[in-house]
């Protein structure tokens, strides 16, 4: 009996040394290399690696990059919001597109009504709107391009919003959304072009 309960601890530490490292990593900025700066080189002379993927985070909004076998390196801006039981409310993207536009995409559950958008609301009024574009298994998705200065604007109006879109039955889902720290992760968005 003893021996299972020391062997039973000792796995339970070895898992938890093996976590602190990634936690540790992801709390953490992650450094960002601009286009136009120059390479890092390696003591050989050649461009030292870049790593394939590095998150940044700023407030409650998160910098994901990743590196595509293409050498070209994609961004975006997320926040997720879960319920106490840890199941998905809402996913929210921000990710740049094409002649300097960005895309602002936002996931929520299945039961929703398709011809409401979701809205984005500030002191009861709404500043966005977007049209639901596609349902899947997992979840529904609404979308809406804007131009730079707009999303900039949206991310500096207040700290705190709502999504509300109408589930199936007719009937306002509210959901609490923080835009604490958007607007640096805007611009550290931006820095990345």
């Given at each position: 009996m003893a021996k299972t309960t020391t062997w039973a601890a000792g796995l339970t530490m070895y898992g938890v040394l093996l976590c602190l490292p990634f936690s540790a990593d992801a709390q953490a900025p992650a450094r960002e290399t601009s286009a136009t700066a120059p390479a890092a080189l390696s003591s050989a002379g050649s461009p030292a690696p870049q790593p394939d993927r590095?998150?940044?985070?700023?407030?409650d909004w998160i910098?994901?990059?990743e590196l595509a076998a293409s050498n070209e390196r994609s961004c975006e801006v997320a926040q997720t919001v879960q319920d106490?039981?840890?199941?998905?409310?809402?996913?929210v993207t921000v990710r740049r597109a094409a002649a300097g536009e960005w895309i602002i995409s936002a996931q929520v559950g299945t039961n929703i009504t398709v011809g409401e958008p979701l809205r984005i609301l500030f002191d009861e009024q709404a500043a966005l709107a977007f049209p639901f574009r596609r349902c899947l298994p997992r979840g529904c998705f609404a979308e809406?391009?804007?131009a730079k200065s707009e999303a900039v604007l949206l991310a500096r109006r207040a700290e705190t919003a709502r999504l509300e879109y109408i589930n199936a039955e007719g009937r306002p889902v509210m959901i609490p959304t923080s835009f604490r720290g958007l607007a640096a992760a805007l611009d550290?968005?931006?820095a990345t072009e």
């Open positions: 590095t998150t940044a985070s700023y407030g910098l994901r990059c106490q039981r840890g199941q998905l409310l809402t996913h809406v391009s804007l550290a968005l931006q």
